[in-house]
């Protein structure tokens, strides 16, 4: 079969308005498919605009500074919240930390054993007063 080459029957601004159209029923038969999420993307982005035009142009910059003063004041229970009633998922932070501490686990093994080390009879039993504890002997 020969091959056709395209460029010897279509000039550029034909093969222009040919991508162009291609190009808007694409998008049309995306915005079909997923108009709540456009629309809702729309809406951001025009309510981005309008807030960041009452602030002259500065709503970023004022977001940023809020979201330091919020996390500079976040309680360390705040910061490292875990999963669980009302809470779907563990705070990044948490996240952040129970990574390095499983990466670091030799490191943290080894100041548990440290500490063990200098704990008392009092110490211990005062540990495991509040527990739950079963000694199978």
Not at 42 to 51: D, H, K, N, R, T
Not at 98 to 108: E, F, G, P
Request: charged share 40%; net charge negative; hydrophobic share 35%.
């Amino acid at each position: 079969m020969p091959e056709i080459n395209f460029e010897d029957y279509l000039t550029d601004a034909q093969r222009q308005e040919i991508i162009e159209c291609e190009f808007r029923e694409y998008a049309k038969g995306r915005a079909k498919e997923d108009y709540e999420r456009v629309a809702t993307n729309g809406a951001y982005q025009i309510v981005w605009e309008y807030l960041d035009k009452q602030h002259d142009g500065n709503l970023e910059k004022i977001i940023k500074k809020k979201a330091e003063d919020v996390v500079s004041n976040l309680s360390s229970f705040d910061v490292f919240r875990v999963r669980g009633i009302g809470e779907p998922k563990n705070s990044v932070a948490r996240e952040v930390l129970d990574k390095a501490i499983r990466a670091n686990s030799d490191l943290v093994e080894e100041r548990v054993k440290s500490l063990i080390k200098d704990l008392s009879r009092v110490d211990i039993w005062e540990l495991l007063e509040d527990r739950d504890v079963t000694f199978n002997g």
